[in-house]
Nanobody, 116 residues
């Protein structure tokens, strides 16, 4: 059974920084793409950032220049560094991994709240 275990998140004031990490429970399986999505109350889940096994990244326009995604292919981990956070970044953030063999999996979600 594949699991994605997220860590990080919490409460941060506007302008602050926060880091999220996600680790797949199986380190020997190759993953095509890893990424982060978020869902705010009353809104649909949206892509925040994703990264391929080759290191190609893409970001939502709303986070470009503020968020940085990175991954460790050997450990099957993905991280998201979030800087200059805004109240509109408040959401539940979900880790996503698309395995070559097993398909797509989601983490359980971690709350990020940007508020003074």
């Amino acid at each position: 059974q594949v699991q994605l275990v997220e860590s990080g998140g919490g409460l941060v004031p506007p302008g602050g920084s926060l880091g999220l990490s996600c680790a797949a429970s199986v380190s020997r399986l190759s993953i095509k793409t890893m990424g982060w999505y978020r869902q705010a109350p009353g809104k649909q889940r949206e892509l925040v950032a994703r990264i391929t096994s080759g290191g190609i990244t893409n970001y939502a326009d709303s986070v470009k220049g503020r968020f940085t995604i990175s991954r460790d292919n050997a450990k099957n981990t993905v991280s998201l560094q979030m800087n200059s956070l805004k109240p509109e970044d408040t959401a539940v953030y979900y880790c996503n991994a698309d395995f070559y063999i097993f398909g797509e999996y989601w983490g359980q979600g971690t709350q990020v709240t940007v508020s003074s």
